[in-house]
């Protein structure tokens, strides 16, 4: 189970934390990611760490200004989001992959979602 949390209301510019957590089974063997959906819109892939850690992918959208990171130790993996924008504003799930695999991290097709939290960027 994958719970998400961190989402909330912040003006452009600003910055939030996403958390998900991982219960019921050790995710540290897993890659693990992020997509986001807007209204209206699909789902997008935003950024994924490899279960080493020595791996991150990002979307072209938010390169430089989110990071992804993991701490296997608590069973969570992390967005930082800084230099918010409206057009960030979305629902954020984070993901979960059975694989040690270190090539592109977009490309797997993730097994396990958590529900999503909402994140709101106002202009």
């Known amino acids: 189970q994958l719970q998400a949390s961190g989402g909330g209301l912040v003006q452009a510019g600003g910055s939030l934390r996403l958390s998900c957590a991982a219960s019921?089974?050790?995710?540290?063997?897993?890659?693990m990611a992020w997509f986001r959906q807007a209204p209206g819109k699909e789902r997008e892939f935003v950024a994924a760490?490899?279960?080493?850690?020595?791996?991150?992918d990002y979307a072209d959208s938010v390169k430089g200004r989110f990071t992804i990171s993991r701490d296997n130790a608590k069973n969570t993996v992390y967005l930082q989001m800084n230099s918010l924008k409206s057009e960030d504003t979305a629902v954020y799930y984070c993901?979960?992959?059975?694989?040690?695999?270190?090539?592109?991290?977009?490309?797997?097709?993730?097994?396990?979602w958590g529900q999503g939290t909402q994140v709101t960027v106002s202009s």
């Open positions: 760490i490899s279960w080493s850690g020595r791996r991150s």
């Open positions: 993901a979960a992959d059975n694989t040690n695999w270190e090539g592109p991290l977009w490309q797997l097709v993730y097994d396990y």
């Open positions: 019921g089974r050790t995710f540290s063997r897993y890659a």
